[in-house]
């Protein structure tokens, strides 16, 4: 899956070059002599080149996000989740985390015991940058891991024991509790979205 911020980073700056060679094209069009009689494959020839440095550009985006997947399945295929959750922790790449976290949520869905409780909490600083995103897609992969985790260790968050003795559970509760005080409003998102934030909602509710 090709991650949309870069694909947006990198034609970012195609409008300006529009722009330039635009204005360009208007001056020449004005001059007389040879420019009059210009070809419109060499009069464009300028625009075709600046659409193909972008396309290269793309290709070398596209080029280190599947480096960084592959290494990422490597980790997934020998089973060393911890590794593969440091990694997409220091690399802070939220495309290849958006790529990667659906296979995670679906481990914790199917209750496997693959992914650890401190690597779920190691991984909520990205969920949360992935719920302020401006892309839904984003939002929706973070809200269904968060929707999984909860669920996961419903019995351990939900337990009304005055100590917790698993420090983890400590933690995520802790987190948990501050990150949906910002990101509460996606209950608000009509369709999928909204709807993934009022379960998530509904649970956290119990909470305090």
Known sequence: MANKENELACAGHL????RHDSRTY????SDSGSSQTESPSSKYSGFFSEVSQDHETMAQVLFSRNLRLNVALTFWRKRSISELVAYLVRIEDLGVVVDCLPVLTNSLQEE??????????????????????KFEEY???????????IKRWWSELSSKTEIINDGNIRILK???????????????????????????????????
């Not at 409008?15 to 529009?18: A, C, D, V």
């Not at 208007?26 to 069009?29: A, E, G, K, P, R």
């Not at 948990?176 to 009509?190: D, M």
């Open 15 to 18: 409008p300006e070059k529009l």
């Open 26 to 29: 208007l001056i020449n069009s």
């Open 112 to 133: 496997k015991q693959y992914i650890s409780l401190g690597c779920c909490v190691d991984l909520l600083p990205l969920v949360k940058s992935l719920l302020k995103s």
């Open 139 to 149: 939002i929706i992969v973070g809200l269904n891991w968060l929707q999984a985790v």
């Open 174 to 208: 802790q987190q948990l509790s501050g990150l949906w005080e910002q990101e509460n409003h996606l209950t608000l998102v009509p369709g999928y979205t909204g709807n993934i934030a009022k379960d998530v909602d509904a649970y956290l509710l119990q909470l305090h």
